[in-house]
C-alpha cells in the first residue's frame, strides 16, 4: 500500500532509486500507482489492457529518470511521461472503421434515441450506457483528439493544466478541442442520420 503523499519521503526513494535500490524502485511504483492508473483509466479505452501500459509508464520513468532535474514536482513529470504514452498507443492503434447506429448495444440506442427526441430525460439507471455511448463516439476521434476531450470535458482540467501534462501550447489545446467538438457533433448527427434512414 503506497505511503500517505505527507509520510512518503519521495526524494530519498529517488535518492535510493538512482543507486540501485530494488526495494526502493518497488516503493516508488507503488507510490506513484494511483496516479498513472488513473491517467491509464481515463485515457484508453477499457479493452486496452491497463496494467501492461502502466508497465510501459514505469519502465520509461526509470529508463528517463536521470533526465528528471527537479523543474517540475516528481508526480508531475511522471503524469506527463503517462499522458504521453497514453497518446502514443491511441496513435499506434488502427483507425476503426466508420460507426453506425447498428454498432449501438439496445441500450446504447434507446439512449442515443431519447437524447435525439428530447421526449425522455435519459434514467439514471441508463447512465451506464451513456457512458459507453460517450466513449464509443470519443473512439472514432485521432487519440489528441481524444485525449483533449476527455481532459477538458470528462476530467475538468484547465487549458493550462492540460498544457503542463502534455507540453502542448495553450493555442493548440483550444484550436483541438473546437475541431474535436465539431467532429463529435458530426458523428452524432451522422449517427442520427442512418437511424432515421
Known amino acids: 500500500m503506497p505511503d500517505d503523499e505527507s509520510t512518503f519521503d519521495l526524494a530519498g526513494c529517488l535518492d535510493r532509486v538512482r543507486r540501485r ?3 526502493a524502485a ?5 507510490h ?5 492508473i488513473r491517467i491509464v483509466r481515463s485515457h484508453l479505452p477499457r479493452r486496452v489492457a491497463e496494467e501492461d501500459l502502466a508497465q510501459e509508464i514505469y519502465l520509461k520513468m526509470f ?5 528528471y532535474q527537479g523543474a517540475v514536482p516528481f508526480p508531475h513529470w511522471v503524469s506527463r511521461i503517462a499522458v504521453t504514452t497514453c497518446i ?6 488502427k483507425r476503426r472503421p466508420e460507426f ?16 435525439l427526441t428530447n421526449t425522455n430525460d435519459v434514467p439514471a439507471n441508463d447512465a451506464m450506457a451513456s457512458h459507453e455511448l460517450v466513449h464509443k463516439l470519443l473512439g472514432q476521434l485521432k487519440p489528441d483528439d481524444q485525449t483533449v476531450i476527455r481532459m477538458l470535458d470528462l476530467e475538468q482540467k484547465t487549458i493550462a493544466e492540460i498544457s503542463q501534462l502534455t507540453g502542448w501550447n495553450q493555442s493548440l489545446i483550444k484550436v483541438r478541442a473546437f475541431r474535436a467538438r465539431r467532429k463529435l457533433q458530426k458523428l452524432f448527427q451522422e449517427l442520427q442520420r442512418t437511424e432515421r434512414s
Open 21 to 23: 535500490d530494488q526495494a
Open 26 to 30: 518497488r516503493e516508488l511504483v507503488d
Open 32 to 36: 506513484l500507482y494511483p496516479l498513472v
Open 63 to 67: 529508463t528517463r529518470l536521470s533526465q
Open 88 to 93: 502514443d498507443h491511441l496513435r499506434a492503434q
Open 100 to 115: 453506425r447506429w447498428a454498432d449501438l448495444s439496445e441500450t446504447e440506442a434507446e439512449v442515443l434515441d431519447n437524447v
